[in-house]
């Protein structure tokens, strides 16, 4: 920050003598009773060379050139700059000002010895460091007294190397020398020693906070970012001092890097309070601004730091801009107070950087961002203040509830201890049913056939997916004296145990009457026995066809048809035999249909779950679209037409639960 004040200073508009070239500027108390003092930013006489002798009041300056000492871009002197010259000042001070200590301040880019009445009154640097052109940008201040008299000479050698000049950047490469009362040059290290103190007191704090809840890492940032500011103020006092400190070369290497450093944890800190996580850029920010930290140390000052700094602002304010219009910020209590101080804080920033550049007077006295940075400070403080009791508020509230509950504890522990109770008796019962159940289900599975028939000419295959633990389909296969395969599938209404009974008592009628040559018997006799078992409300649905290689014939009781599949045409016919359930209340008269089948036909003896699949809208497949299955998958040998079909369920069900049992038996004619 040494060079924003030395650049802050060259751009002040102070209370300047009228007339001061080629006349001689007047200085009065007046003048000197502005902060700024009198600053002679006016055209001095200008001699490029060295010679001792133009430092003796009595010498002739008139047929000098007049140039202004700051030097800045588009007003060196006619020549230009050769890196070495003499300029001298007339002053005129009022009676009021003799023999009284004044302090006189120069803000240099380069070397300067001053004389004052031919008298050498201050020496920035050795001439053999002036002649190599190595001085580094500073301000110095020094306290002198005028004699009682009322014309004095002030003569300033300044060098600086020829290569360098030119103005870099907007920096000018020559000096401003100024006169001040002593008392304002006192009230303004003390002015910022506070403001010194004030960011150190605030990083204790905010280390401390981050030490005791390391979660929120905002405050470690936060904390280097107000170190970082301490050590600007710090450098900039230093240099108000005339940079005499043993140690000012770290300093300057300090501050040089320190702006860079501030934005950087000011950063790393707006990222901690608003996003979460870090956006990926934060990588690249904190790299670059690793590098330009240490390229900025090892070169000390000078325009590579300054313009350093002012690019790296630049990318900050664009990378702010670019997440809060992202909209992926997180709330958070007290936010709106921290981004307020943060839009102070970039805004005296921003008006630092102008005043630099000399936009507009420097109002503050170059030091702009300190009151960005305590309007900071205090938002941070404040809005810690706020999330701190919006949190205590909280669990003051989450305290009530507990409190208003307690009352109810014991209560629900003796419902939780009741419900534990009736769980257990519940998982117990529900052991045992399940054991009853696998019973079950391995006396239904075990009345199924162990293997499917073998009939010349003809080719079975069978898939079966129930329900529940024991479902109520069931199907079955007798091999009739004339070589001819008979087939039953049914379908006992309802699913468990009692569905199993019902498959039972079909199953032993089966066996008994199997082999009967009218089918429509068959049925009337399994009907009247199950009538006369009284199992209400349970009824069975039943088809039992007779199968050769040359015909089919069913009967049926409120079965689906028998789909027929033929391979001369492709195309799916219906064979119908409509008929009440098996058990109901009535005595239905069965009635037996037959058709023709050729080589390669191919029936599909279903039960009613595989139309009545449901799909996750809770449609149905229905009777067309389980013609349509067949259509598609028949054609191979019997077992692949079995798996397509149930592919074709699985499918249209997707990911819903299997509703109804499904029993495909599928006969192919081979011959």
């Not at 010259?85 to 803000?107: E, K, N, T």
Request: hydrophobic residues 50%; charged residues 20%; contains cysteine.
């Amino acid at each position: 920050m040494r060079v924003a004040a030395f650049a802050a200073l060259l751009g002040a508009f102070p209370i300047i003598a009228a007339a001061q070239e080629p006349a001689p500027t007047r200085i009065t108390a007046a003048a000197l009773a502005d902060p700024e003092g009198v600053v002679l930013a006016h055209a001095w006489r200008f001699h490029p060379g060295d010679d001792p002798r133009w430092a003796d009041p009595s010498f002739d300056d008139s047929g000098w050139e007049p140039v202004e000492p700051r030097m800045p871009d588009g007003k060196l002197p006619r020549a230009g700059w050769p890196g070495v010259g003499w300029f001298r000042r007339h002053l005129l001070v009022d009676r009021a000002l003799w023999s009284r200590s004044l302090a006189m301040q120069i803000v240099t880019a380069g070397a300067a010895d001053v004389y004052l009445d031919g008298e050498l009154r201050y020496r920035t640097v050795e001439h053999a460091t002036q002649a190599s052109g190595e001085a580094l940008p500073g301000i110095a201040t020094w306290n002198l007294q005028l004699s009682a008299r009322p014309d004095h000479l002030i003569a300033v050698r300044y060098s600086r190397q020829p290569a360098a000049a030119s103005g870099a950047f907007g920096i000018d490469i020559g000096y401003t020398l100024g006169l001040k009362r002593i008392s304002t040059l006192r009230r303004y290290p003390a002015l910022q020693g506070i403001f010194t103190t004030v960011p150190v007191l605030v990083a204790l704090l905010h280390i401390a906070l981050f030490w005791y809840y390391p979660r929120a890492r905002e405050n470690l940032f936060y904390a280097l970012s107000m170190v970082a500011f301490a050590v600007i103020v710090l450098q900039d006092i230093a240099a108000d001092a005339g940079g005499t400190s043993p140690h000012m070369g770290l300093l300057n290497r300090l501050g040089a890097a320190a702006p860079v450093a501030a934005i950087l944890f000011g950063l790393l800190t707006y990222y901690a309070v608003r996003t979460r996580p870090f956006p990926r850029s934060w990588v690249a920010f904190t790299v670059a601004g690793v590098v330009l930290m240490v390229a900025c140390f090892l070169t000390s000052v000078g325009s590579f730091s300054q313009w350093s700094w002012y690019l790296y602002f630049a990318a900050f304010l664009g990378e702010i801009a670019r997440v809060e219009l992202s909209r992926r910020t997180v709330p958070r209590e007290g936010v709106s107070i921290y981004l307020v101080s943060l839009a102070l804080l970039v805004a005296m920033i921003t008006l630092q950087v102008l005043i630099n550049f000399r936009v507009f007077p420097s109002i503050l006295g170059g030091g702009a961002y300190v009151f960005g940075m305590l309007a900071s400070a205090g938002g941070m403080s404040l809005s810690l203040a706020r999330s701190f009791a919006s949190t205590n508020l909280h669990l003051e509230r989450r305290l009530a509830e507990v409190q208003a509950l307690s009352g109810q504890v014991l209560e629900q522990e003796r419902a939780a201890h009741a419900h534990e109770l009736r769980q257990r008796l519940l998982e117990a019962e529900n052991a045992r049913k399940g054991r009853e159940l696998d019973d079950a289900r391995t006396l239904q599975l075990s009345m199924l056939p162990l293997q499917n028939p073998e009939v010349e000419g003809l080719e079975v295959a069978v898939a079966m997916a129930t329900a529940s633990e024991v479902g109520g389909d069931y199907y079955d296969f007798r091999v009739g004296p004339d070589g001819s395969l008979v087939v039953t599938v049914g379908d006992a209404t309802g699913h468990g145990v009692a569905a199993g009974i019902m498959v039972t008592a079909v199953k032993a009628l089966f066996g008994t009457l199997g082999g009967g040559p009218s089918l429509a018997a068959m049925l009337a006799e399994c009907d009247r026995v199950l009538r006369g078992m009284n199992v209400k409300p349970l009824h069975m649905c039943l088809t039992i066809g007779r199968v050769t290689p040359r015909s089919v014939a069913v009967c049926s009781a409120a079965m689906p048809p028998v789909l027929i599949w033929r391979a001369s045409t492709g195309t799916v016919e219906e064979l119908v035999s409509a008929g009440l359930p098996l058990g109901g209340g009535l005595s239905p008269a069965y009635q037996e249909h037959q058709t023709a089948l050729a080589a390669g036909d191919t029936l599909l003896f279903a039960t009613d779950g595989f139309a009545e699949t449901l799909d996750p809208e809770s449609n149905p497949l229905g009777y067309e679209g389980a013609t349509d299955a067949l259509r598609r998958a028949a054609g191979p040998p019997a077992s692949e037409v079995v798996d397509r079909l149930m592919a074709t369920a699985a499918s249209w069900r997707r990911e819903r639960e299997q509703g109804d049992d499904v029993t495909f038996v599928v006969v192919r004619v081979n011959r």
